[in-house]
């Protein structure tokens, strides 16, 4: 599949002219509640929840949500949290 077709098939632009998925979950959720295409799965989803990054102040606030989803989010900002005091 072309970008052109993955993004007119499965994308459409957010409020804030993101672009993020037409239905949810997931398309490539399958039943069995694994990744149907993990092997190509995008960089966004093998990279969440960017906690690895060198420079995470940049994506504060994604951060923040993602801990309310996320327990490995929650817990990288709970010793970064630890680390500052
Ligand atoms: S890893 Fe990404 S592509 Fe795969 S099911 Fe989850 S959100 Fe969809």
Do not use: W
């Not at 459409?12 to 239905?23: A, M």
């Not at 959720?29 to 969440?48: F, M, N, T, W």
């Not at 817990?75 to 680390?83: D, G, I, L």
Request: aromatic share 10%; net charge negative; with cysteine.
């Amino acid at each position: 599949m072309t970008p052109q077709k993955f993004m007119a098939t499965y994308l459409r632009l957010d409020e804030d002219g993101d672009q993020v998925l037409q239905q949810l979950p997931c398309p490539f959720l399958g039943a069995d509640h694994y990744c149907s295409i993990y092997d190509v799965r995008p960089k966004a989803c093998a990279e969440y929840p960017h906690t690895d990054r060198p420079k995470i102040y940049q994506i504060a606030e994604i951060t923040l949500k993602n801990t309310a989803i996320c327990p490995a989010a929650f817990e990288v900002v709970e010793q970064m949290k630890k680390e500052i005091k």
